[in-house]
């Protein structure tokens, strides 16, 4: 079993709609969590953190789920520009472990 | 705002080339990594440097060196190149939280 798992997708979504996905992780000393967003033939790139309580920024709502070991990103109102694939990483003893990613179509 | 930069963009290595994957940071980052990125396999941490001066195996070092010149720069060589380490290679520093260099494209031939 991989320790960091992500659907690959294509999950394919039109415009305006509300899509989730998931993370599990193996780990349960995992400390820290994080969504990344990477466009096609570019590098990774910060979306969020996930904080325990769960955290909002702005459309994209991360939360984590410890006793079930996932974490979940929720876009709400989905935009053309969200197309991309997305990265979770679980910090485990300051090395983060990486899924292999989920790739969002957004359709007009 | 640099941020994290690598050179080259893009390469093309035949089968026992050498080369070496220059990456530099501009944030005071200690913390310092190199991953390759295969299609369906996500990212792989080759090595990592948790401060100046010091370097450590990750995931896939098989085949890679590294030097953490100071705190800004961390590179990466490939002594003698071989097709199986045609990929995507990404510089990043940080420690939590990691930022990337824009990547580089190597094929070997």
């Known amino acids: 079993r991989k320790e960091v798992e992500q659907d690959p997708g294509p999950f394919n979504v039109p415009e305006g709609a509300t899509v989730a996905f998931n993370c599990t992780y193996s780990?349960?000393?995992?400390?820290?969590f994080f969504w990344y967003r990477q466009d096609c033939r570019k590098e990774p790139k910060l979306l969020m953190s996930?904080?325990?309580?769960?955290n909002e920024d702005g459309r994209f709502t991360a939360q984590l789920n410890r006793a079930s070991q996932y974490i979940s990103l929720l876009i709400r109102d989905s935009k053309l520009s969200d197309s991309a694939t997305y990265l979770c990483?679980?910090?485990?003893?300051?090395?983060?472990?990486w899924g292999a990613g989920t790739k969002l179509i957004i359709k007009p | 705002n640099a941020g994290v930069t690598q050179t080259p963009k893009f390469q093309v290595l035949k089968t026992g080339q050498s080369m070496t994957l220059q990456c530099a940071q501009d944030?005071?980052?200690?913390?310092m990594y190199w991953y390759r990125q295969d299609p369906g396999m996500g990212l792989r941490l080759i090595y990592y440097?948790?401060?100046?001066?010091?370097?450590d195996k990750g995931e896939v070092p098989n085949g890679y060196n590294v030097s953490r010149l100071n705190k800004r720069e961390f590179s990466l060589r490939l002594e003698s190149a071989a097709p199986s380490q045609t990929s995507v290679y990404f510089c990043?520093?940080?420690?939590?939280?990691?930022?990337f260099g824009p990547g580089t494209r190597l094929t070997v031939l």
């Open positions: 990043a520093s940080g420690s939590d939280t990691q930022y």
């Open positions: 944030m005071n980052h200690n913390s």
């Open positions: 440097s948790a401060s100046e001066g010091t370097t």
């Open positions: 780990n349960s000393a995992s400390q820290s």
């Open positions: 996930v904080y325990s309580s769960g």
């Open positions: 990483a679980v910090n485990i003893n300051y090395q983060l472990i």
